[in-house]
């Protein structure tokens, strides 16, 4: 179909629901890489499989000791958990490694809706979404996550519980965590579009600070691996920041620069009076 030719809102979905089925296509292929990698990778090399030891074991090894709280032991409770938290992990490294071609697969379903100038900074579009996603699950690993579990954990030794916990439920919050985190720091990108294409302007983003705030609240309450308001605010700071200086950016850039939409009406304009003028046409 033609770029200049509009589509209804059947043709639209259908046609995220292809590139959806291929981002997912490459997740899985990804995801099936990762649970069949050997730790060893230079045995790949000698052809030597004796010492045979998959790369996701190695990784729930190293998450549980990077995140878990000291003195901590994770609990089994049935023979498919161990299973389970093989394929969640290998699902979350592989969706972390096709971020870049799910960006790609997303700039080409906006592309139609973009001027032409726009459509050439695809590989722009594909960094900034790779880098911010990249950036709100290194948050998560780093602080929100660390600070959860320790946080959590005092609850529980304040109460004179022992520490054990179900090995299902420390890796769902490690998946959620991380990747409800990287897509919630992809927004501004967001933001940034739908005052690109006109949809919503700076003014109304700097005037409605305060109903952000709270919808702000509302969401990181269901994107955050735990209740506690604690891990809430260690999410929703560091985004409200974010969102500031998304504004202070789109500030500066459109400061002085003539809209596309608004130079199209007035040649529009001219062409119409020329037509006018000029009887023969």
Known sequence: MAED???????????????????????????????????????????????????????????????????????????????????????????????????????????????????????KFVFVVTVLFSIGALYAWLVLLPTTFNVLYVFAFQSNILPFFSVKDFFNMMAFGILGSGVFYTFPLVIWMLVGAGLIGVDTLKENRKQLFLGLIIVTA?????????????????????????????SRTKKGREDPSVQLGIQASRDLLSRQQDPDT
């Open 5 to 123: 030719e509009e589509q209804s809102i059947w043709d639209h979905l259908e046609e995220l629901a292809q590139r959806l089925r291929r981002v997912l296509f490459v997740i899985v292929v990804a995801t099936l890489l990762i649970v069949i990698l050997p730790s060893d990778l230079g045995g790949i090399l000698r052809l030597d499989f004796s010492n045979y030891r998959p790369l996701i074991s190695a990784m729930i090894e190293y998450i549980q000791f990077s995140l878990l709280p000291q003195g901590v032991q994770l609990l089994a409770f049935n023979w498919l958990d161990t299973f389970y938290i093989y394929i969640l992990v290998a699902i979350v490294l592989g969706t972390l490694v096709t971020m870049p071609y799910t960006a790609f697969e997303l700039f080409k379903f906006i592309a139609p809706a973009l001027y032409p100038h726009e459509r050439r900074s695809m590989y």
């Open 222 to 250: 269901v994107l955050t691996p735990d209740p506690t308001p604690f891990s809430m605010l260690l999410m929703s700071i560091p985004f409200y920041i974010l969102y500031e200086i998304t504004i202070q950016v789109l």
